[in-house]
């Protein structure tokens, strides 16, 4: 396939239309998650580790979900995610029970392994490799075009209807991802030149033929979602710590994700026709500095301020963690690779948030956000030694 059959009208309702719309349901809930904990009567720290169950029900969920969609089809895989997270949400209505809300947000932190995972199947089989980060960068951008909107419609219906008011939207935005995946095509089986069926290989062994690739790189990425997943009980948490009222915490959420958004095209054309490299370092550095500087705001101009630049760092490199897998992926067990390959990443994005809480809870929360920052020149470090600069093609 050449770079010319690389068409967005073509594929943009089957590959990115559900992602949209299962994202903007997310960004609605996950500026209010730690809120709804808190409300509760959480602490702090349990707060944090409330919101970390995102990434640790996406942890748990990847390699059985590569196996579902290997077996069954994306779609349907799709629309039972989507199923499944219309009841979690329904779980987090139930006012003042941690239980509830914990377990909820557990589910849609599984749910949100399938449906990344299927979109992301799709698009390595779809797109040539000469554009393949611009595809995964704007898959990637869908999620940050999402993040954005999702705030700003929590954040009114959060003012009507109290905080119960951001997990209705999400249902709404939710479901409507859920109707439009049962109505697209799944994907041709894989086959050889020979007309003969793509084998699908056990786990164990794509672990074994890879170890290498998931040990190097694989920490980068991995760091990397550490990253990602700090900001999104950073802002919320510190926003609180300076006073900031719900609703504007997630107006500020939103403002940091328009920066992200509209950095996630030209990130991907910069990784096709430069390299990886020269995007993965600039944007974890940036992540990291920003950060870093986020204990040191003492009034709502300067956190509005930094949390944009963590929006920026993590523009740039929108759509990176998939690409480098996409490029990693073996044409033999390539769902299965992916599956491990999230896990890896999801390592990073279950255990930030709950290193973060468990620092605050023994320190303070400045000094967590701060070693979560420092994590930035960790990734950077691991990209310089092993990633390539040329693009690979």
């Known amino acids: 396939m050449t770079d010319t059959a690389f068409h967005f009208r073509k594929i943009a309702i089957p590959a990115f239309g559900p992602s949209l719309l299962f994202s903007i349901g997310q960004g609605a809930v996950l500026p209010i998650i730690a809120l709804s904990a808190r409300n509760a009567g959480a602490s702090v720290a349990l707060s944090g580790l409330i919101v970390g169950l995102v990434g640790i029900g996406s942890l748990i969920s990847n390699i ?10 994306e779609r349907l895989a799709m629309v039972w995610a989507a199923a499944f997270s219309v009841l979690a949400l329904g779980l987090c209505l139930f006012p003042s029970q941690l239980g509830l809300l914990a377990t909820g947000v557990f589910m849609l932190g599984m749910a949100t392994s399938v449906l990344l995972l299927a979109r992301q199947t799709y698009l390595i089989e779809l797109v040539s490799p000469a554009a393949r980060a611009r595809a995964m960068s704007t898959l990637g951008g869908m999620r940050r075009i999402g993040v954005f909107v999702g705030p700003f419609l929590g954040a009114a219906a959060v003012h009507r209807l109290g905080l119960s008011g951001a997990y209705w939207v999400a249902i709404l935005f939710i479901f409507a991802s859920g109707a439009l995946a049962y109505r697209i095509p799944d994907l041709e089986t894989p ?9 699908s290989p056990r786990v164990l062994e794509v672990l074994k033929a890879h170890w290498k690739t998931y040990s190097t790189l694989g920490v980068g990425i991995m760091l990397v979602s550490a990253l990602r997943a700090s900001r999104q009980i950073v802002i919320p948490l510190w926003g609180e710590h300076l006073g900031v009222s719900p609703a504007a915490t997630s107006l500020i959420y939103g403002l940091m994700a328009s920066v992200d958004m509209l ?70 067990g390539r769902t299965q690779f992916l599956g491990v390959w999230r896990m890896v990443s999801d390592v990073g994005a279950s255990g930030a948030p709950a290193l973060l809480a468990g620092i605050a809870a023994i320190a303070s929360l400045g000094l967590g956000i701060v070693v979560m920052g420092l994590g930035g020149f960790a990734a950077a470090a691991v990209f310089w030694r092993w990633l390539p600069r040329q693009t690979g093609h």
């Open 191 to 199: 086959t050889h030149p020979d007309g003969t069926v793509v084998r």
């Open 64 to 73: 059985p979900a590569s196996l579902i969609i290997a077996r069954y089809g």
């Open 263 to 332: 950095a996630f095209y030209p990130s991907g054309k910069a990784m096709d026709q430069f390299g990886r490299f020269w995007v993965a370092v600039p944007s974890v550095l940036i992540m990291g500095v920003s950060m870093m500087l986020i204990p040191l705001t003492g009034g709502t101009l300067s956190f509005v301020l930094v949390s944009m630049m963590i929006g920026l760092g993590n523009g740039i490199g929108s759509g990176l963690v998939m690409t480098l897998g996409a490029d990693a992926s073996p044409r033999e």
